[in-house]
């Protein structure tokens, strides 16, 4: 009996013994190794950082060159070929100034005629049966250019301080221009019909005046014979210059 616990006791020694040397035996091995870094079987030092990727990165060989939707393709030619930045429009070409037209109305070199005056051109006046109570009043280019007959004519009947009114409802469509040996014309009206006109008197003398571009006369009054003595009152009133001697007497 003695015999037999002696050797299960010496047999729970022997096993205590080895496995204690084994322990010892692992423990220097791990001790003396080098562990590769993530291999340390830490959850926290195997996983991948904030914000990245676990998958691996593939080196394409694209470059970035540092502005926004352009990359280098390797072509070494520089340009985008799958940019949609929109691109600047054209400028467009500077076109010509238009000539401007002359005071005619008919396009030209943009010179104007010369305006025209008394010493140019010659006034007459004339009585006509209808309307009754006008007369027409014709100027005619006498020189050798073409000139404007601006707006319509001042005209000074006797000794009258003040030329008479113009009916607005006669402008024109364009200045009158006379070619050399060319009329325009002038209705007058020098009284009322029905007799309402005021301060009526009988002229013999006239002058009329031609208007420059700017309104005012071009140069002096000129004398046009009336051949006898002509009534006028406060309706006295004058129409714009016409190329038509009809459009001017029907006023």
Known sequence: MRDLRFRRAARTTALGSAALIAALSLTACQSGS?????????PAAQAPAAGTS???VADTGTETTG?????????????????SAAQPAAKPAAQPAAEPADSSG??????????????????????????VNHMLLTV????????????????RFGEAQSVPQVVEDS???????LAPGESAYTGVMTSSADGSGTGG??????????????GGSAGPMVNVPLGKKVYVDSTL???????DMDDALMY
């Open 54 to 56: 676990a998958a691996p």
């Open 67 to 83: 502005k926004p939707g352009a990359t280098d393709s390797g072509s070494g030619d520089g340009k985008d070929s799958g940019s």
């Open 237 to 243: 009133a004058v129409t714009y210059w016409q190329t």
């Open 171 to 177: 402008v024109p469509q364009s200045v009158v221009v």
């Open 140 to 155: 005619t280019n006498t020189g050798s250019t073409s000139c404007s007959a601006y707006s319509y004519p001042f005209l």
């Open 201 to 214: 008197y009988s002229a013999k003398d006239l002058t009329v005046g031609l208007q420059g571009r700017d």
């Open 106 to 131: 008919k396009g030209g070199t943009g010179t104007s005629p010369a305006t025209c005056t008394g010493a140019d051109t010659k006034l007459t006046i004339t009585s006509v049966p209808r309307p």
């Open 34 to 42: 080098t562990e590769p870094a993530g291999g340390s079987g830490d």
